[in-house]
């Protein structure tokens, strides 16, 4: 099990909140997600032999956030 920090910008409430890791969490191979909305960032537990953090990054993109 893996744990990354990936910088977001672009999350200002808790639809944001929700919104990215609600679409981490649906991800294969995610196991918790959690974002700091005063950080700008999420936390991610991951198995890096089922998910990378480039397909991560995508998933946040495409919910319409930008990846730092």
Do not use: P
């Amino acid at each position: 099990m893996k744990k990354e920090t990936i910088l977001v910008e672009g999350m200002t409430c808790n639809h944001c909140k929700s919104a990215v890791e609600g679409a981490l969490t649906n991800m294969s191979g995610v196991h918790a997600a959690e974002v700091n909305l005063k950080e700008k960032n999420v936390t991610v537990e991951y198995d890096d032999s089922t998910v990378t953090i480039e397909a991560m990054k995508e998933e946040i993109d495409d919910q319409g956030y930008d990846v730092k």
